[in-house]
């Protein structure tokens, strides 16, 4: 008894602050594409094992998409390509599937290579003026200060959640076909180290207990039914978090004859985070920002 | 008999028990291929297989660890069913090649003899359509019963194919009767923050009297993605097979790769990859031990092992990246070198590490509660584990003396010394032990490579496959023996990957552990084998 309290004295406080006051080192974040100088996408697309990264050419112009939902952040793209470079941004979690894609339009020259950007959707992303507010408070305990991109967030519905869960929030995990590996993760939010019950937030055993559902992996046809019934479960107002490549899109199993895709598939998803695992501050803030504690980067600010 | 192979080459070890086998056999080996001197072909009808096997078991000590098919329809008319035999004490595999016509072939059964075959049979009968006969319990397993009548390994099944929606359970489970019996239904969706699978206990009072596990809910096509996936790409898809053995399922998959292609790794990469290895070992066994100590309420320790968790998660975020070391496998070595500093990193953490494992041993050991709910419960005796064919840890607490990485040196394992814990009890304590002493070997293992790191290139270019080139690739991962097999259909191209994760063959063994056991003391009974749904599930 007094050796386990000496030992945990002796510890001390291991918990990391929210927002945390530096990124991971080494880790690879979303790519980040310079569209402006950008000469070709194939050999990127070419390589990009899940597809992330995807081009159509039709009558002279190639549109081309970087969808931060499928990436999987493995680098391929950045080591084949100088116009692609890897960002250490893992915290990307958004409340529409829409803003993790950016897509370029370019007019193509004779040989099939980007002659000139035509437009850019999605383009704070990449070239969007740093704003006044600091990048490094974009995520508080606050109220969000509703940076551009949360302007379809006021329905009746969503300020009701925000009302209802502000305070304490039970989470249901769900592995909808997951590979295990966004579990380690998850698991490690109930670690000291990131101790997501400061918060007021707790994983429960029952759907019946929960306001939120956390579901990792590509839906699996197995699971779809599983997955719906515990939905259905869950009291409302009830959220849905999407976790990693696979859950916001399928991930590198895509849809095939035993995978349905993404969770949106079947349910309507509030928050998506995407990652490959997600890192457990990545899930935090995926889990805050479904309850309006914290706040989806403005695209520009993505990066710290 | 056809003879495509140089005799000379085969490993000197294996000539005895390939001797014996072409004395007795001879005329009715129909072609032996040896590919690499310790992976030996040998083609027989199927009406061979099971004196083949007989033979190997009794005289040889073969285990039979891998049992798969191939659909080779188009170019030369049949199926291939394989029969993987690994012969520790020789270092060699021989793999039993058995064509099938797809009018009249049948797999005879061998699970009768061989319990551990027994879903492994089956999931060839549901994913290519070929009847299994004598097979003690013939039922789906690997596609459940609701699915139509679609083989979705057969080569003119299309990989997108749209199929009707899941429209309920409609398994038959066993029924246990008597008075005072009753059932216990549990998942797929479970209480915890885990993978799906159910569980249907039946209990007479506490104790179970018998467990049906029905599993493949995370079934999402993976082994038929690798044949529409260039192999580059097919290493990220190896790395999301099981995603806490994402680097070991990966370089088992490169040293596929690197076999079939008849190149090494350079001695840098297979260093580098075996510190990885190591890596991935160290941050789940310690995990287990935190979550072992969690399922008997000692909870404290868990905070500190998960801590120490973290500590590995964070140095595989320096050192690849991705805190699962996702990234780093590339066939022909690894992707990333690692500078002077990021070295010295490593040798500081595991200094730093060593005192502090210690001393979360020492909580746990020095708390008697926490070992009188460990010891004796969830016994698996060894015999049960040796007919199973329980293999990685889980068997070395049941006296199962084998691991890869001594017996079939891949990597560097070749370069350090290192002594595989066997213990004979069986039950969750030592299966918490065997995780405890190799914990310790692990970061032994570390130093020892680290001292004599070879200097070089960590990559060589691979070269284009030959179509039709064959090969096993194997690692010890941290649960146990992983296995891909594959065959090339082209320079970057395969027509087939066979993904074997030990929990395939440990999940039988669970049923048996968990007899005589009560329903609360399951959790830590599981989590003690922890075994992995998705690699099971495919």
């Known amino acids: 008894m007094f050796d386990i309290l000496r030992k945990s004295l002796s510890t001390g406080i291991v918990t990391v602050p929210f927002p945390p006051p530096a990124s991971s080192p080494g880790l690879r974040g979303a790519p980040e594409i310079n569209f402006e100088e950008w000469k070709d996408a194939r050999p990127a697309t070419a390589i990009c094992p899940t597809g992330a990264i995807a081009a159509e050419d039709r009558n002279g112009t190639r549109s081309v998409t970087l969808d931060l939902g499928k990436c999987i952040f493995c680098g391929l793209c950045a080591e084949a390509d100088p116009a692609i470079r890897m960002t250490h941004k893992t915290e990307l979690a958004m409340r529409k599937r829409a803003d993790l894609c950016t897509t370029a339009k370019y007019a193509l020259n004779s040989q099939g290579a980007q002659e000139r950007l035509l437009e850019l959707a999605g383009q704070e992303y990449i070239q969007g003026a740093p704003s006044s507010r600091s990048a490094g408070r974009r995520c508080s305990s606050t109220p969000d200060p509703r940076p551009s991109s949360f302007d379809s967030l006021g329905s009746d519905l969503q300020d009701r959640i925000r009302k209802t869960f502000g305070r304490s929030l039970h989470i249901r995990e769900v592995d909808a076909g997951s590979c295990n590996g966004c579990e380690v993760e998850i698991v490690g939010l109930n670690s000291p180290i990131y101790d997501i019950e400061r918060f007021g937030i707790h994983f429960v055993a029952s759907p019946r207990h929960a306001d939120m559902l956390l579901v990792t992996g590509p839906v699996s046809r197995n699971m779809e039914l599983a997955l719906r019934k515990t939905y259905d479960a869950i009291p409302e107002p009830r959220l849905v978090v999407a976790v990693g490549a696979c859950g916001c899109s399928g991930g590198i199993f895509g849809q095939n004859y035993a995978s349905l895709g993404g969770v949106d598939r079947v349910l309507p998803v509030d928050v998506y985070v995407p990652g490959c695992p997600p890192t457990p501050l990545a899930l935090l803030q995926g889990i805050l920002l479904a309850i309006g504690k914290g706040c989806q980067m403005p695209k520009n600010q993505v990066n710290r | 008999m ?124 549901d994913l290519f359509g070929i009847p299994l006969g004598g097979h003690p319990n013939p039922r789906r397993c690997a596609l459940h019963d609701d699915w139509p009548e679609v083989h979705p390994l057969r080569k003119d099944f299309d990989v997108k194919t749209a199929l009707p929606p899941f429209q309920g359970e409609r398994h038959k489970f066993r029924k246990v009767e008597g008075e005072g019996v009753f059932q216990v239904p549990v998942g797929p969706v479970h209480a915890g923050i885990i993978e799906p699978g159910h569980f249907l206990f039946s209990v007479a009072g506490e104790p179970v009297l018998y467990l049906q596990i029905r599993l493949f809910y995370t079934h999402k096509g993976t082994e038929k993605l690798f044949e529409n996936l260039p192999v580059s790409h097919g290493v990220r898809l190896a790395e999301s097979i099981s995603g806490d053995s994402s680097f070991a399922h990966a370089t088992a998959f490169c040293h596929a790769i690197e076999r079939a292609s008849g190149i090494e790794a350079p001695p840098r990469a297979r260093a580098l990859r075996t510190v990885c290895l190591e890596l991935e070992r160290l941050y789940n066994h310690i995990a287990d031990i935190g979550a072992i100590a969690t399922d008997v309420a000692f909870v404290v320790a868990n905070a500190h092992a998960m801590r120490l968790k973290e500590t590995v998660l964070r140095l595989n975020g320096q050192l690849t990246g991705n805190r699962l070391l996702r990234g780093m496998a590339c066939p022909g070595g690894v992707r990333f070198d690692w500078t002077t500093e990021q070295i010295k990193t490593i040798s500081n953490f595991v200094r730093d590490l060593m005192p502090e494992f210690d001393s979360l041993v020492t909580l746990i050991s020095e708390s008697s509660s926490t070992r009188d709910r460990l010891e004796t419960t969830g016994i698996l005796t060894p015999k049960t584990a040796r007919d199973l064919g329980v293999t990685g840890l889980a068997g070395r607490a049941s006296g199962f003396n084998g691991d890869l990485r001594r017996d079939f040196p891949h990597t560097a394992y070749d370069q350090v010394q290192f002594t595989v814990p066997v213990y004979q009890e069986g039950d969750v304590l030592r299966r918490m032990q065997v995780r405890i002493d190799e914990v310790r070997q692990s970061l032994s293992i570390i130093e020892q490579v680290l001292a004599r790191l070879p200097q070089g290139p960590v990559q060589v270019k691979v070269p284009d496959l030959h179509p039709g080139a064959v090969a096993l690739g194997y690692v010890e991962g941290w649960r146990g023996e992983i296995f891909h097999w594959i065959r090339a259909a082209g320079p970057q191209r395969l027509a087939r990957c066979k993904i074997k994760d030990p929990s395939l063959q440990n999940w039988p063994a669970l049923s048996e552990a968990i007899l005589g056991n009560i329903i609360p003391d399951f959790p830590v009974v599981n989590k003690s084998f922890n075994l992995s749904y998705s690699g099971t599930d495919r």
């Open chain 2, 2 to 125: 056809t003879t495509l192979y140089d005799p000379a080459r085969i490993l000197a070890a294996l000539q005895p028990a390939f001797a014996d086998l072409t004395d007795r056999f001879g005329s009715r080996i129909q072609a032996i291929e040896a590919p690499r001197p310790n992976e030996v072909y040998l083609q027989v009808q199927m009406d061979l297989v099971s004196g083949l096997c007989a033979q190997l078991y009794r005289k040889w000590q073969a285990r039979l660890v891998s049992v798969f098919a191939d659909d080779v329809r188009e170019a030369a008319g049949v199926f291939h069913v394989y029969y993987v035999l690994a012969l520790d004490a020789a270092q060699g595999f021989f793999v039993l090649r058995v064509p099938l016509t797809p009018e009249q072939g049948k797999v005879v059964s061998l699970a009768n003899a061989l319990p551990a075959v027994n879903w492994q049979e089956r999931e060839i009968q």
